[in-house]
């Protein structure tokens, strides 16, 4: 996160930047849809970004000084490098101290930062930490992490009868790049399934307050949940609005354990300067119970493409005018206030995708071809708005 605000500096002040990612996307921790989505938006802002890329090696100016960057296959001429390559534990001194190291390669602790060895502690970024969904050893070297992992060690250390504990940590985490903004906490679609969860995601846009009220922005919401349980397990929100509300309010439901149906009854603030009447976070709770309650079927951006290659049909529902300033490549134009009278353009042996704006007009239209008889169809989730990739 540090290179990329470091790149969003350099741009700011003309230089031409280029970003080399190693992981397939931006943001690892981040699922690709949303990582996919920053991708766009800082190619838009004037980065050039590679990823999947490995940095192999570096040559010199002449002068003493870098001059070109090679990764793998290219060379990329450059007057400044900066490596943001991440951080690794500092345990040396634990490990000549005889302290348990971890299998994440950090200091074993235990719930009052305790290590292996009776009153010696260890915080902050050499430390393990718990994953507080799964109880599983992880490591997250994050500066809030670090604050509350140092005040357990402190009370813990002072000597009084009070102990005091920390049970675990989600990995939250917000990014600020120009105007967008984008933050995470929990398991992302990737980690959940990773972990043994039967997992339903839902992606959807909504203003992050009154759409009437001055100064309203889009965030777009992708809520993670396990099937079984209907425990929210995650959750990714970016966008050009306010999105550190939303994620500290997923944030707190997954800590004490909600279901998405509590998610969905959360008493939260409402006025048009702070948010919509039903909140974003809201709102997203009540599409994934939809979804749950097989209402619909979904398809995820990043499954689009690969849909449409094995004969999937896209129909764009939103106006004639809509679908001429912006479309996504492929795809076909029958309004919904005409989809009645043009159904018969539409395959019914093909599988049909159907998309807006952000996904209401769309699943109008998903209930009219079903109530003509067409099966095979699904909508697409988040609509244009939260399409990261390239339109017409």
């Known amino acids: 996160m540090i290179g990329l605000e470091v790149a969003e500096n350099l741009i700011r002040t003309g230089i031409k930047t280029t970003i080399v990612e190693l992981a397939p996307h931006m943001l690892p921790s981040f699922d690709p849809d949303s990582a996919h989505y920053v991708e766009k938006y800082l190619r838009e802002k004037g980065a050039d970004i590679l990823t999947g890329v490995a940095v192999k090696g570096f040559e010199d100016n002449g002068r003493g000084e870098v001059g070109t960057v090679l990764v793998e296959d290219s060379r990329i001429e450059a007057d400044l490098v ?15 101290c005889g302290m348990q190291i971890g299998p994440t390669g950090a200091i074993a602790v235990n719930s009052k930062m305790e290590t292996s060895i009776i009153d010696i502690y260890a915080v902050g970024d050499c430390a393990e930490n718990t994953n507080l969904i799964t ?22 250390l002072s000597g009084t009868q009070a102990k005091d504990r920390i049970n675990g940590v989600l990995g939250t985490s917000i990014i600020k790049l120009f105007d ?77 354990g909600s279901t998405v149906d509590q998610l969905a009854k959360l008493d939260l603030a409402y006025s048009p300067p702070f948010s919509t009447a039903m909140s974003p976070t809201i709102v997203s709770a009540n599409v994934m119970l939809n979804k749950l309650a097989g209402k619909f079927n979904g398809i995820a951006p990043i499954d689009l493409k690969e849909k449409m290659e094995k004969g999937a049909i896209l129909v764009d529902v939103r106006t004639e005018e809509e679908y001429f300033v912006r479309s996504i490549p492929g795809s076909i134009n029958i309004p919904l206030r005409k989809l009645a009278s043009r159904a018969g353009e539409i395959d019914r042996n093909s599988e049909i995708i159907l998309y807006c704006k952000i996904g209401q007009r769309s699943y109008m239209a998903l209930l009219e071809l079903k109530r003509m008889g067409f099966e095979k169809i699904s909508m697409l989730e988040g609509g244009i708005t939260a399409y990261p990739f390239a339109t017409d």
């Open 82 to 96: 900066v490596l943001s390559v991440g951080v690794r534990p500092n345990v040396e001194l634990a490990r000549e």
């Open 180 to 256: 967008l903004n984008a933050a995470k906490t929990g398991f992302s679609e990737r980690e959940a399934k990773s972990a043994g969860y039967d997992v339903e995601t839902v992606l959807v846009p909504a203003p992050d307050r009154a759409h009437y009220y001055p100064g309203n922005r889009d965030i777009i919401t992708k809520l993670i949940v396990d099937r079984n349980g209907r425990r929210v397990l995650g959750g990714q929100i970016y966008g050009e609005g306010v999105v550190d509300k939303p994620i500290d309010i997923l944030a707190t439901a997954i800590t004490f």
């Open 135 to 156: 109880g599983r050893t992880v490591w997250y070297p994050m500066g809030s992490t670090a604050n509350k992992t140092g005040r357990v060690a402190g009370i813990n």
